[in-house]
């Protein structure tokens, strides 16, 4: 089926200096996009020539969006110290129909659901750094902070053929973020360098659920909730010789959450505190909550989960052409998020740890074409969950791109690129398995003066690939039960790209 994908962008950018020290920046953006698409397909109708890979189970799957941006920066440099405060305004708009399950929850009118999100974004961040001296030890201080206020109306409906039949989510979301960061660079030796930092967030949540009281499958709750932390990180450079870097990283951070979660997690916390002054057992709590489609485990979970992150490697130049980089490390997460906007709620999948390998290297074969390439080899796994069911869906196991790049004096700059995602497990017992992918591009361009005009050339090879794929349940009209499978957004087949830019 056509995407009939349409797209506007609009760019401004003004910059003058107040003097010579002290620069102003100005920028207004907005883009606007409508498309006609599939989400994504099972394999079984491909498999069964109901469609091709390109075609839809509804064609009125599709949506809207768009956003307009103003952005204002000044700095300014004083000797060894620099000032830079950002400021910037958003508006966001966004509308999705998309049919992931067909006829699995209403056989007669189809599931087709509808996704809104109406926001406005402001925010401001500031950065000031200066240099100085501790003893003998050259040092760099930086201190930072700033602040990101969203209000959201966000909603959810079933709305079969784009009609809104019930709504499943309608939710006012203010959210403010407020932080300050400071960070210190040390050159303790012109062969030992280290760097120290600490971030403080402190979050505000206000959720004001239109439906709640309402009868409903779906958790709901009004409410306010709010959270700090801290964040120290820590990073050590070792340079035994001018050709070998030796590295050490370590910092902490924490995983995003949906703001409603987080309200009605701070629901079950209090709810349980007065189930239990009420006297009632675990058991007889599980099945309050259970009426109320709230999961107790959210009063064991922290509103902001912490990530921990560690990482050491080497990198090292040989001779004048040839540079690699080698980096083991490990990602420990308290709680896995995922939130499922097609069913408005946030999946809790406990602890997760992710560790792997990143290599890289980079290359002047001549001196007019170099080549690059990197490689990541990776493994994710639940903490809490058995060995045969602990797999994080989706999460990569192998990537890798690289290429070859010639580029002449006179403008003229062409290349090949490669593109690897190897398979992966769908699903946490590994029985469905997301397909990898090798693609080859070829691209080139020219510059004439202020122009530049370039071609490109992608998925030479013309392979069937993936852009998205998923395991979900699904039906079909014409089935008597449903079928969890592969589900898939496909890949664009070969084709050509032209395009012209004007350089001012």
Do not use: C
């Amino acid at each position: 089926s056509p995407q009939g994908f349409q797209r506007v962008n609009i760019f401004g950018k003004l910059h003058t200096h107040l003097t010579e020290a002290d620069e102003i920046a100005l920028s207004v953006s907005g883009f606007s996009s409508a498309w006609n698409a599939s989400g994504q397909i099972p394999q079984r109708a491909v498999d069964s020539n109901l469609i091709d890979r390109f075609g839809s189970l509804d064609d009125l799957e599709g949506g809207t969006t768009g956003r307009q941006d103003l952005n204002l920066r000044y700095t300014t440099v004083n000797g060894d110290q620099n000032f830079e405060l950002i400021s910037y305004a958003s508006r966001y708009t966004f509308k999705l129909f998309s049919n992931f399950t067909y006829f699995l929850e209403d056989p007669i009118n189809g599931d087709m659901i509808e996704q809104t999100d109406d926001r406005t974004l402001l925010g401001m961040n500031g950065r000031y750094s200066m240099n100085h001296s501790i003893g003998q030890v050259f040092a760099k201080a930086s201190l930072g902070g700033g602040f990101r206020s969203d209000d959201a109306v966000v909603t959810l409906w079933q709305s079969p053929n784009r009609l809104r039949s019930q709504s499943l989510v309608d939710a006012l979301v203010t959210e403010r973020n407020l932080y300050l960061w400071a960070q210190e660079e040390l050159i303790i030796s012109p062969m030992v360098r280290m760097q120290l930092g600490l971030r403080g967030d402190y979050f505000t949540y206000n959720v004001d659920d239109r439906l709640e009281g309402v009868e409903s499958d779906r958790p709901h709750a009004s409410g306010y909730s709010q959270q700090n932390i801290i964040s120290p990180k820590v990073s050590l450079v070792v340079s035994p010789s001018e050709s070998v870097d030796l590295f050490a990283n370590f910092g902490t951070s924490f995983h995003s959450n949906d703001a409603r979660a987080i309200v009605q997690g701070r629901r079950v916390s209090d709810l349980y505190t007065v189930y239990l002054r009420q006297g009632l057992t675990e058991s007889e709590i599980r099945d309050r909550f259970a009426s109320q489609n709230l999961d107790l485990r959210q009063n064991e979970i922290g509103t902001l989960p912490r990530a921990i992150g560690e990482e050491i490697g080497w990198r090292i130049k040989v001779g004048r052409r040839l540079n690699f980089a080698t980096a083991i490390w490990l990602l420990d997460l308290e709680n896995e998020y995922v939130y499922v906007g097609d069913a408005g709620i946030t999946e809790l999948s406990g602890k997760s740890r992710r560790y792997g390998v990143d290599i890289e290297a980079r290359s002047s074969l001549k001196p007019w074409l170099t080549a690059d390439a990197d490689l990541n080899l990776s493994r994710g796994y639940f903490v809490d969950e058995p060995d045969n069911a602990n797999d994080i869906p989706l999460a990569p196991t192998v990537t890798s791109t690289g290429g070859l790049t010639a580029m002449h004096p006179d403008g003229f700059q062409a290349g090949f690129r490669y593109i690897h995602i190897g398979d992966r497990p769908a699903n946490e017992d590994g029985s469905v398995t997301a397909e990898g992918f090798t693609l080859l591009n070829l691209f080139a361009s020219h510059a004439f003066g202020h122009l530049r005009a370039s071609v490109t050339l992608e998925n030479i090879l013309n392979i069937d690939w993936n852009e998205a794929q998923f395991d979900t349940e699904s039906r079909l009209q014409n089935e008597v039960s449903s079928v969890s499978e592969l589900h898939f957004t496909p890949g664009n087949p070969r084709n050509i790209r032209l395009g012209l830019s004007y350089l001012f």
